[in-house]
């Protein structure tokens, strides 16, 4: 159900990184929108910078200078202007993450149940707590009470894992992560990405490293999961196919920039961007040769060139292209592109 006020806006987002070969803008004025139910999906080649802009909404940047500006409201407030503390409550419980690699998000020194367990004893912790963050104390094992907590905890985690349909979950919660499948895996990342019942799941490519079948499992599984809990999704993703079963919105990413931005339905039947025509073009030729690639070079983020980013790739590029910036501007209904050549001409 999509209702008025969005539950993320994210604004004018820049992010900058220095590299040894100099910086690099890797997000350039990216604005995204999710509305409470909404499976909004981020498309783009490897390198566009999707997984940039699911870190900076978590505020997960490594390397500096990282966000130099935009702003990220969640709700009604700037998540850029949350201190570390309070930006850590946000993380896990509203706002959660599952990633493209299971193994290096969980812990291979904790079995499975106790890292589920934990999440879940963390995030009663948090939601309890009305002080400060700094007063948020252990539980202590040792009591009555404390005890009756950790047997609750455990048998919610069993019971998380029955509902992400992992196999035989009460013997599965003692085995550590690395004694699972890469599916189970998934499977349980998901569970602890929903532990601490969050509105916004951010999902950055979770299936890739899986077989089909298995991909396909984990989809209906987030789907279930929205229709059950009602949480919202950005779906990071570089397959087209996925997308368009999965999301109710799609905005396509290329060289740091949202080119162009509408409904699932519309962006593959009337797509208006070239580069999301090559995308697509490139998904439906993959399933005879396997093969998904867009003709030229992805572009060297070090020396972007001028213009439209995509020019020297585009086969409908003419002289201004290489001069003009180009804006996202309203191509549609709920449509936006970048681009504004057609048949030849600027318009
Ligand atoms: N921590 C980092 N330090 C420097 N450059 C980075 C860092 N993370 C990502 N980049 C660069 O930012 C750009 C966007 O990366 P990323 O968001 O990971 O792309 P993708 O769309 O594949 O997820 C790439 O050019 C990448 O090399
Ligand atoms: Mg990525």
Request: proline residues 6%; hydrophobic residues 40%.
């Amino acid at each position: 159900m999509v209702t008025d006020s969005p539950l993320l806006a994210v604004r004018n987002l820049q992010v900058r990184f220095e590299t040894l070969r100099g910086e690099l803008q890797a997000v350039n004025g990216v604005d995204l929108t999710i509305y409470p139910g909404q499976i909004v999906g981020l498309i783009g080649e490897s390198g566009s910078g999707k997984s940039v802009t699911a870190k900076s909404i978590l505020n997960v940047l490594s390397t500096p200078p990282g966000i130099t500006a935009g702003e990220i409201w969640y709700r009604e407030r700037n998540l850029l202007d949350l201190s570390p503390r309070e930006m850590s409550k946000i993380r896990g419980q509203s706002i959660a993450m599952v990633s493209q690699d299971p193994m290096s998000s969980l812990n291979p020194v904790f079995t499975v149940g106790e890292q589920l367990r934990d999440a879940l004893l963390w995030s009663e912790i948090v939601q309890d707590s009305t002080s400060e963050p700094s007063s948020w104390n252990l539980i202590d094992r040792f009591t009555r009470a404390g005890r009756r907590r950790f047997r609750r905890a455990s048998a919610q985690a069993v019971e998380d894992l029955r509902q992400v349909e992992l196999p035989a979950p009460h013997q599965q919660v003692k085995n550590y992560p690395h004694q699972l499948s890469g599916g189970m895996r998934q499977r349980v990342l998901t569970a602890l990405a929903w532990a601490g019942q969050p509105d916004l799941i951010i999902a950055d490519e979770p299936t890739t490293a899986l077989d089909v079948t298995i991909q396909a499992q984990i989809l209906m599984l987030l789907q279930d999961l929205v229709k059950t809990r009602g949480a919202s999704i950005l779906y990071i993703s570089h397959d087209l196919g996925v997308v368009a079963q999965l999301c109710d919105r799609v905005a396509v990413m290329y060289a740091g920039e949202i080119v162009e931005e509408a409904d699932v339905r519309e962006i593959f039947e009337n797509p208006r961007h070239p580069y999301t025509e090559a995308l697509i073009r490139a998904t439906t030729m993959a399933s005879e040769d396997d093969l998904v690639e867009i003709p030229g070079e992805v572009p060297n983020m070090l020396a972007l060139p001028s213009g439209c980013h995509f020019w020297p790739r585009c086969p409908m590029m003419i002289e201004r292209c290489a001069s003009d910036t180009p804006l996202l501007a309203v191509v549609g209904p709920n449509h936006k592109s970048k681009c504004a050549v057609i048949h030849g001409e600027w318009v």
